[in-house]
């Protein structure tokens, strides 16, 4: 969740300053080619890539076309940035499952089903409602959104499908190893038309090298943290730090950029977002979960009983949770930003002009 939304944030960041997007995908992508390529030799972290025997027909059928939409969806959600907030973004994003069940319904993979059909229009509204809330929306950014939402609905359902048909699978991190050196060829050939001509080593200077070394180290790290919490955890954890991680997004995005939410966009992602949850876990795994955190919640706050060990816990977690809420509320109602963000019309639902963020 960390390093996700840091990249995430990073990323907004390097592009705002340089405001190259291609070109920076394709420096991340040229980084991750040379460390797979050194944890390969000096790591047992890439082992499995020893199970997949990539010969010249495997590499044509399922490495490229996966490469090239892996592509395509990275460069779409970089250049996304130019024209939509943060928050809008991740309120589009919420969309990612129905393009998903969609593709996986052309492919054949999944037979449709009314219930989660009923599902994916719970969905569909919440974003459509959070899209009429926002108050500097751009026709471009949008559909840049989307086309880069299909990408990666296409590449996940085209994973599945040639993947597991040759009895192969891939961990995020051996995915890299062979998607990369693909994916950054892509690009640079992509920016040598479109953004190389106008490129100039200041904006790389404007940003700072050591800057660039770390945005992209940040991003590969992200790639291994990845394998290590499918290792160690499960798809119902992902599942959950995934939403709660857009959520803190959201929040980061209203504190560093003063982004305006309405309360429409308000109503409309709680309504993708509920959605979104009843559709990932289900309802028989959100009622366990429900009962299993009233009870840790019962237990909490239990005035018999327990340990002096969870007792010390316990204030920690209370004083962390009030530390929190007092840095969130000073820096709403001291900070020039946070006095400037509370003095908007954003909670108002009051709509305003169209033109593209930043």
């Given amino acids: 969740m960390f ?21 920076l995908t394709c420096w991340h992508l040229v980084y991750a080619t040379i460390a797979t390529q050194i944890l390969a030799r000096t790591t047992t972290l890439l082992d499995s ?8 027909r495997l590499y ?12 395509g969806s990275l460069i779409c959600s970089n250049v996304v940035y130019l024209y939509l907030s943060v928050s809008f973004i991740q309120m589009l994003k919420a969309a990612s499952p129905v393009a998903v069940l969609f593709a996986s319904w052309s492919w054949g993979v999944a037979e449709p089903n009314l219930a989660k059909f009923i599902n994916v229009l719970v969905i569909v509204f919440g974003v459509a409602v959070s899209s009429f809330g926002e108050i500097q929306f751009s026709w471009t950014g949008f559909f840049f959104q989307i086309g880069g939402t299909c990408f990666e609905a296409v590449r996940v359902v085209m994973i599945q499908v040639m993947l597991s048909g040759e009895g192969l699978n891939m961990d995020p991190l051996v995915s890299l190893y062979y998607y990369a050196p693909v994916c ?26 050591g800057m660039l070394f770390l ?12 394998v290590f919490l499918i290792g160690k955890t499960s798809g119902l954890v992902m599942t959950l730090t995934g939403i709660f991680k857009s959520i803190l997004l959201v929040v980061a995005s209203v504190l560093i950029w003063s982004t305006q939410i309405t309360f429409l966009q308000t109503v409309g992602y709680t309504i993708a977002l509920g959605g979104l949850t009843y559709y990932s876990l289900g309802y028989d795994q959100i009622v366990s979960l ?40 000073l820096e709403l109602t001291l900070s020039e930003r946070g006095r400037r963000m509370l003095a908007t019309p954003s909670w108002q639902g009051r709509h305003g002009g169209h033109g593209d963020h930043q």
């Fill in 49 to 56: 890539r020893r199970n997949f025997p990539v010969t010249g």
């Fill in 215 to 226: 945005n992209a180290s940040i991003a590969f790290i992200l790639n291994v943290a990845s």
């Fill in 3 to 23: 390093f996700s939304n840091v990249t995430i944030i990073f990323n907004k960041w390097l592009i705002d300053t340089a405001g190259f997007t291609i070109l």
């Fill in 184 to 209: 950054a060829v892509m690009n640079f050939l992509i920016a040598l038309v479109s953004e190389l001509p106008k490129f100039h080593w200041e904006d790389a200077a404007r940003a700072g090298f």
């Fill in 60 to 71: 044509l059928r399922t490495i490229l076309p996966i490469g090239l939409l892996y592509s």
């Fill in 290 to 329: 429900g009962t299993t955190t009233l009870a840790w919640i019962n237990e909490f706050f239990s005035s018999n009983g327990g340990s002096g060990a969870m007792r010390s816990k316990r204030l920690i977690v209370v004083g962390l949770s009030s530390l929190v809420a007092v840095i969130v509320v």
